[in-house]
């Protein structure tokens, strides 16, 4: 579904990207770790084309997308939802409005009937009952509140692809858990590819069917938990085990 072929990226005279190899499954669940500032947010730009890189190439649903042009990416960015840390919510809109925004934006021929509708299913999806939710507005919702309706916001358009940026980002155990047991859920029931970058180590491994581990600008390792949480890279076993002692130098 999604594939990097030696991908590098500069900004100026910082290289982030360094030659990334990725192939990430169809149809399951794929978490990036790496450490802050490492390019995790980098990758999942490229994918939905915020960034082009320097050099390389990036494959989604069999098309080289790092040379399209704005128009021929809009019809790739249609196939893939993203979900932001803080949920992206349009402070002015009511919830109704934000999950409806993007059926407005590229679709326009629906009927205040059918939006609805699909407000109500996708409130739904996400765990949350669009009767006591729907006119209410961001700053009215709790911070798991605010991701949920976010990702409704993301089905509305039934994506391929989710990309999820930090999910459990800023919330209580409680909530990641909840957010954890969503991803899982959703991948489970949509069939969707996701890809999902965290430091969340526990919460990840909940959610996650395979991993990757980003340092220095590469992918230095990928399988799945068992081979992951078993690697004598001693890159994983560091990060994994949180230690200050090994070849990550904490700044």
Known sequence: MIQFKEVTKRFGEREILKGVNLEIVPNRTTVIFGVSGGGKSTIIKHIVGLLRPTSGEIWVDGTEISKLSDRE????????????????LFDSMNVADNIAFPLREHIGNLGKKQLEYSVRQNLELVGLKAN?????FPHELSGGMRKRVGLARTLA????????????SGLDPVSSDLITQMIRNLQAELSVTSVLISHDIKESFKSGDYFAMLFDGKIVDYGNEYLFKTSQNPIIKQFLSGSGKGPIKFK
């Not at 358009?157 to 459990?168: A, C, G, N």
């Open 132 to 136: 006591q939710i729907m006119n209410l």
């Open 73 to 88: 990416m809009m019809e790739i960015r249609k196939k893939i939802g993203f979900l932001f840390q803080s949920g992206a």
């Open 157 to 168: 358009m039934k994506p391929s692809i989710i990309l999820y940026d930090e999910p459990t």
